[in-house]
């Protein structure tokens, strides 16, 4: 548990140091771009780039909390049958 809260302590410091990281998608920046009329652009410009972030984040999430339930789960049933065979023997 103490490895993972590692991991993901310095995926999220390393996320948050490289700006490039929140960059956006050359298509959809040619979009916004192709479409903003006035100078509120920054604004639009992080709405959008968090957006992104968000949708990207969003299936590692989920896959991390399944993966972490069904590791839990292997443990937990791995465990009880230890627990079983001890106890016949």
């Given at each position: 548990?103490?490895?993972?809260s590692?991991v ?38 992080r ?43």
């Open positions: 548990m103490r490895k993972a590692l993901l302590f310095v995926f999220l410091l390393i996320s948050f140091l490289i700006p490039e990281l929140f960059a956006q998608c050359p298509m959809c920046r040619m979009t916004v771009e192709s479409n903003l009329q006035n100078q509120s652009g920054v604004s639009i410009g709405t959008i780039n968090a957006g992104i972030l968000y949708m990207l984040a969003m299936p590692y999430l989920l896959v991390g909390t399944l993966g972490y339930l069904w590791y839990k789960n292997k443990k937990k049933a791995e465990l009880l049958e230890s627990e079983e065979n001890a106890h016949l023997n």
